[in-house]
């Protein structure tokens, strides 16, 4: 079975550093790839996806993750973060060929950005 | 923007009890999903349904549950007899009918605490 590590728990930086936010896979076929937010008291919400094609994808407010298939992983980024990305944050991945809901998540990365 | 709605948002009930939590996904999905997320836990998946029956579900998916899509536009999720470690938050998501979009649109989730 598929499983996803995403291995910083609690990031708290300030307004305008960068942000990288680690997660791999393990899975050896093809797979698709998923960065989920969660706001404080809000729904999940999909900020960016990978199926194919260019690795590097770019998703809603300025985020963008990078699909390295060697080293299993893709990672979330963001050159200067503001307060409003305060939240959680989900990796999840998908095996090719299976529907959606077979989605696999990380345990999820809190990010708090301090004004 | 279409959404998925889930009622309720929050149920408090005693163990042993009967609970249904409420889903209305957005109206043209036709893969629907529940999700839960313990407290300081990750997102699980939980069971996927799709023409009326279900077509996947995970090792917690026990007897103790089922779904059930009532009408044209609820998705229903029953626990049977709820236990204390069913206290959760329960997420509903729903995606179009190709498998290979992947995104789940979730709702806003409803949170069972079993005292």
């Known amino acids: 079975a598929q499983s996803v590590s995403q291995h910083n728990h609690h990031v708290i930086l300030s307004e305008a550093a960068s942000l990288e936010l680690g997660c791999n896979y393990s899975?050896?076929?093809?797979?698709?790839l998923f960065w989920y937010v969660q706001y404080p008291g809000q729904h999940l919400q999909l900020l960016l996806k990978?199926?194919?094609?260019?690795?590097l994808v770019k998703g809603i407010k300025g985020f963008e993750a990078e699909f390295i298939k060697s080293k299993f992983s893709f990672n979330l980024r963001k050159p200067s973060v503001q307060w409003s990305d305060t939240a959680e944050y989900f990796c999840?991945?998908?095996?090719?060929?299976?529907?959606?809901?077979?989605?696999?998540f990380g345990d999820g990365t809190t990010l708090t950005v301090k004004p | 923007e279409p959404e998925v709605t889930q009622t309720p948002s929050h149920q408090v009930t005693q163990m042993g009890q009967e609970v249904i939590l409420r889903c209305v996904p957005i109206?043209?999905?036709?893969?629907f999903y529940w999700y839960r997320q313990i407290l300081g836990q990750k997102v699980e998946f939980l069971v996927s349904?799709?023409?009326?029956?279900?077509?996947?579900k995970s090792e917690i998916f026990d007897d103790q549950f089922s779904v059930e899509r009532p009408d044209g536009s609820n998705f229903t999720l029953k626990i049977r007899s709820t236990k204390l470690e069913d206290s959760a938050m329960y997420f509903c998501?729903?995606?179009?009918?190709?498998?290979?979009?992947?995104?789940?649109?979730f709702g806003e989730g409803s949170r069972l605490t079993v005292l």
């Open positions: 998501a729903s995606s179009e009918a190709s498998w290979n979009t992947g995104e789940l649109f």
């Open positions: 899975y050896g076929g093809t797979v698709n």
């Open positions: 990978y199926f194919s094609g260019d690795p």
């Open positions: 999840a991945v998908i095996p090719g060929g299976f529907n959606a809901g077979k989605s696999t």
């Open positions: 109206s043209n999905h036709l893969y």
């Open positions: 349904f799709y023409n009326n029956e279900i077509s996947e």
